[in-house]
């Protein structure tokens, strides 16, 4: 099933993907197939300290974004960002839907939802 609005809510540990209508919310949970594991950098050792991104992550993200017309990414961090980049280089018909970027810590799926619908209701009024 596909719905006009969707949020993602998403970290470099999981993505929380809904799919809302006014009366459905539609549920799903995203993990990379490899743990996020938090590297710290030490004097004299090579490298920037960071794990590199897990594109097949952030393209299964993409996968369940499918149908939405009008995507509200959200996030605590980087995360949200790096999908973005991700989907202008890999899914270029999703670009023109994402229609916001914001940063969000760690909300409920219910408190998810209720900030996706008042989001988009704005939205709506600004553009009526």
């Not at 999981?14 to 743990?35: C, F, G, N, R």
């Not at 960071?50 to 594109?55: H, K, Y």
């Not at 149908?67 to 280089?89: R, S, T």
Request: zero cysteines; a negative charge; proline letters at 4%.
């Amino acid at each position: 099933m596909s719905h006009y609005h969707a949020i993602v809510w998403l970290d470099h540990s999981e993505a929380h993907v809904m799919h809302i209508s006014p009366d459905d919310v539609e549920k799903s949970v995203v993990h990379p197939a490899t743990p996020h594991v938090h590297l710290h950098s030490r004097r004299g050792t090579l490298g920037a300290g960071r794990q590199a991104e897990d594109s097949s992550y952030y393209h299964a993200v993409a996968e369940a974004l499918m149908g939405a017309q009008e995507i509200l990414v959200v996030g605590p961090a980087q995360a949200k960002l790096q999908l973005i980049k991700h989907i202008h280089a890999h899914d270029h018909d999703m670009v023109d839907k994402i229609v916001g970027v914001e940063t969000v810590d760690h909300p409920t799926d219910a408190q998810l939802v209720a900030y996706a619908r008042k989001y988009f209701i704005a939205k709506d009024r600004m553009l009526s």
